[in-house]
């Protein structure tokens, strides 16, 4: 399978406690994305990768969340002290410098549940 | 505020019909549009898009029409599958320094009924 994947596809936790989650893209893309998504809306915009280096977090990213991609391959998104309105499903994305339209692909997602 | 808005929260269409469904944009700056697909617990699946220089991009069943002047664009099912029964979300994204995220609507559930 070469399509985006991500780990784990679902995570429930307890407030307060912190959650990593990984992201691998389709191998030959250099950029990669992460949404949320939450009931009743679309995707998100939270932060993007060119290669290894993190170009934008939306202001949806508060300090308790972190990104990385340390190789520019996969990449990890982190929430520390989650709180129950973390609670969402967390996607990821990639896509590859030069796209006609920017079309993005979306791995599974992770779905975050904070009690 | 909403930039990419969906209006119609679900669609139910017979199969072998056509299904229509609606977008709208109010940022000027929109350069690409694109068509989603959802399916419960799987992510988005990218389906069609378009540039704003075009008004038509067509892709066996699916079509995508796009009306700059009236900031909408629409998709087209011809006919429709129960198969095509999913949450088609539209995107949206901008040119310049900012063309690398997607804005999204808040999707449209599509119902084929057999």
């Known amino acids: 399978d070469t399509g985006v994947s991500q780990d784990p596809r679902h995570k429930i936790t307890k407030r307060g406690q912190n959650v990593t989650f990984r992201c691998d893209p389709i191998?030959?893309?250099?950029?990669l994305y992460w949404y949320r998504q939450t009931l009743g809306q679309g995707p998100e915009f939270l932060t993007y990768?060119?290669?290894?280096?993190?170009?934008?977090k939306s202001r949806l990213l508060s300090d308790r969340f972190s990104a990385e991609r340390p190789k520019g391959s996969f990449s990890t998104l982190e929430i520390q002290r989650t709180e129950q309105g973390d609670s969402a499903m967390y996607l990821c994305?990639?896509?590859?410098?030069?796209?006609?339209?920017?079309?993005?692909?979306f791995g599974p997602g992770t779905r975050l549940t904070v009690l | 505020d909403q930039q990419v808005k969906q209006n119609s929260p679900s669609l139910s269409v017979q199969e072998g019909r056509i299904s229509i469904l609606n977008c709208d944009y109010t940022?000027?700056?929109?350069?690409?549009f694109l068509w989603y697909k959802k399916y419960p617990a799987e992510g988005p699946t990218f389906l069609i898009s378009?540039?704003?220089?075009?008004d038509k991009n067509e892709d066996g069943r699916f079509t995508v029409f796009l009306n700059k002047s009236a900031k909408h664009l629409s998709l087209h099912i011809v006919p429709s599958q129960p198969g095509d029964s999913a949450v088609y979300f539209c995107?949206?994204?901008?040119?310049?320094?900012?063309?690398?995220?997607?804005?999204f609507g808040k999707g449209t559930l599509l119902t084929v009924n057999p």
């Open positions: 994305a990639s896509s590859l410098t030069g796209t006609v339209h920017n079309e993005q692909f």
């Open positions: 191998s030959e893309h250099n950029r």
């Open positions: 990768f060119q290669n290894e280096a993190q170009l934008e």
């Open positions: 940022n000027s700056m929109f350069d690409y």
């Open positions: 378009i540039s704003s220089i075009k």
């Open positions: 995107a949206a994204s901008a040119r310049g320094g900012s063309n690398y995220k997607l804005t």
